[in-house]
């Protein structure tokens, strides 16, 4: 008997598929306005929803994060109802948290075991109820001052990630930002999503640290960026530059009064953006940016019509599928396998002239090719055109001597290890999405502690407990047990 309990396979813990709903706005209230569209879990949800999670002993969620958030350990505190603790441990990886439980793509959820069976767990919600009801205000608290001063370029989510990860190490950091407010693009998603308050919230607890945040100012406009090594006497650079510019369609007709840059439309009333626009609007595009687009267009047409042209099929559309549902719920039309040729009008855009294109597969067994139609144009009338293709670096200040590598999404990156430029000292790194560029800059991050550490002789040291506790939190990247060093 005693033989066959040591022998007997434990049995798998039963998956819940079915999800605590996160509670939403009303579809016919949405596209009144900018208010929030999803809303905080009551607590008592929260705990129902934590505990859908089967503690897995190999914790595929926190694998799939680019920061290795340990999800698994603030879902078991909210199960539990600890909501200070798994504040804690939500905050001592990530200085993003509030935004993130908002815009996060929530890789995690897509490696959630429990979505083998069904919904998987709502890590990114749960992240959100432990802010919501534990100690969120917490304050970082540095390391012994290593005498050692960086420059961060760009105060995006890779120079926000950057500027935490060296000031808990105790370096003096500055971080050079063109614009006025904090937060790189995540100042371009539309406030029913997230909020200044919440970038606000997140740098709020930086302020134990020693970094400086210059704002206004475009570093690389007048000398290169490698000027902040040689001339200002900083010891290292981490360029964070992000994807900052438009990409244009080049198509005829881009000038034309009415045809917009999806950044500078999503920025909101400023010098690219029209306090108003018109009421039938076209967007271009079928990523993320597109989606903002639309719904926001939706929100400031006043009951307008919204059309999404994209030149595939919606299974091939890269944006987020959350997104997408958003926006068919709210009205958007969707017009796909259509191509834009030109846009027309006198002065103001008055319609875009579409070609439709069958899919081909390709011949490297990639994305599959489009061929236009022939004879299949069509006009699309409006009054609006938004155009949200892509963005790019702008590389003033960038030389050579640097040997960048454009990504294809647009961002720059060094090509050594731990994203080294060609300068000893200089590191660039971005990335496609809020978590992914933190993760890009926490690998920097590690690179340029090394070669900090060995202009003083030292040998490098892992991320200090955030908290100033006895502990050390870094989690190597590709881990599986234990979560604790
Ligand atoms: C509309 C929109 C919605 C998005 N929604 C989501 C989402 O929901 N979830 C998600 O995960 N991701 C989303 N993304 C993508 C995400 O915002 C980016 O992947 C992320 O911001 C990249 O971070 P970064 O720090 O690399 O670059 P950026 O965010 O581009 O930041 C770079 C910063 O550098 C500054 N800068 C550039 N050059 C200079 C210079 N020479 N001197 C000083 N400052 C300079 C720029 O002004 C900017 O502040 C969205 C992007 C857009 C455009
Ligand atoms: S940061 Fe994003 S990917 Fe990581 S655990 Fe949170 S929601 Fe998931
Ligand atoms: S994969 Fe899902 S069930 Fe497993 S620990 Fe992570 S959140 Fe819990």
């Not at 819940?16 to 809303?39: G, K, M, Q, S, Y």
């Not at 103001?348 to 299949?376: K, M, N, W, Y």
């Not at 496609?432 to 900090?452: F, H, K, N, Q, W």
């Not at 989690?475 to 060093?485: A, N």
Request: net charge negative; aromatic share 6%; proline share 7%.
């Amino acid at each position: 008997m005693a033989e066959n309990l040591a022998t007997a396979k434990p049995t798998p813990p039963k998956l819940n598929p079915v999800r605590v709903p996160i509670p939403e706005a009303p579809v016919e209230e949405r596209t009144e306005d900018f208010r929030e569209v999803l809303h905080s879990y009551s607590k008592e949800d929260a705990v129902l929803e934590a505990k859908r999670c089967v503690q897995c002993r190999r914790p595929w969620c926190v694998e799939a994060c680019p920061i290795s958030q340990d999800c698994r350990e603030y879902i078991r505190l909210v199960a539990d109802s600890e909501f200070d603790h798994a504040a804690r441990v939500t905050l001592q990886e990530n200085p993003l948290a509030t935004t993130l439980c908002k815009v996060c793509y929530h890789y995690c959820e897509d490696a959630c075991v429990v979505k083998r069976k069904g919904v998987p767990v709502a890590i990114r919600q749960l992240k959100r109820a432990a802010l919501d009801f534990g100690a969120s205000e917490l304050v970082y608290v540095p390391a012994k001052p290593k005498g050692q001063r960086v420059a961060i370029v760009g105060a995006g989510p890779a120079g926000l990630m950057a500027a935490w990860e060296l000031g808990v190490r105790g370096y003096s950091v500055t971080v050079y930002e063109q614009d006025p407010k904090l937060g790189g693009l995540l100042q371009t998603i539309p406030t029913y999503r997230m909020t200044d308050a919440d970038v606000d919230a997140d740098r709020a607890r930086f302020q134990g640290l020693d970094v400086t945040f210059v704002t206004n100012t475009k570093v690389g406009r007048d000398r290169p960026f490698v000027s902040l090594l040689t001339d200002d006497g900083y010891a290292a650079v981490f360029l964070a530059i992000g994807t900052s510019s438009h990409r244009s369609i080049g198509i005829p007709g881009e000038e034309l009064e009415g045809v917009l840059p999806a950044l500078g439309f999503l920025k909101g009333p400023g010098p690219d953006a029209p306090a108003s626009i018109g009421r039938e609007v076209v967007v271009i595009g079928g990523g993320d940016v597109a989606m903002d687009s639309v719904r926001s267009a939706l929100r400031r047409t006043g009951r307008g019509h919204v059309t999404l042209v994209y030149r595939r099929s919606r299974t091939e559309m890269p944006a987020d599928p959350e997104e997408i549902h958003g926006a068919e719920e709210e009205g958007v039309r969707f017009v796909f396998q259509r191509s834009p040729v030109r846009f027309v009008g006198v002065s103001h855009v008055e319609g875009v002239v579409v070609q439709s294109v069958e899919l081909a597969a390709s011949a490297d067994g990639g994305r599959r090719t489009f061929v236009p139609v022939a004879g299949s144009e069509e006009t699309l009338a409006c009054d609006t055109v938004i155009v949200a293709v892509g963005q790019k670096s702008d590389l003033t200040g960038a030389g050579p001597e640097l040997d960048l590598k454009v990504t294809p999404q647009g961002w720059v990156e060094g090509r050594g290890k731990g994203y080294a430029t060609a300068i000893p000292g200089i590191f660039a790194a971005g990335g496609r999405s809020v978590v992914y560029a933190m993760g890009a800059a926490m690998e920097a991050v590690e690179a340029i502690e090394t070669y900090l550490a060995g202009l003083r002789g030292e040998t490098s040291q892992p991320r200090p407990d955030p908290f100033g506790g006895p502990g050390q939190f870094r989690l190597p990247p590709g881990y599986t047990l234990p979560i604790r060093v």
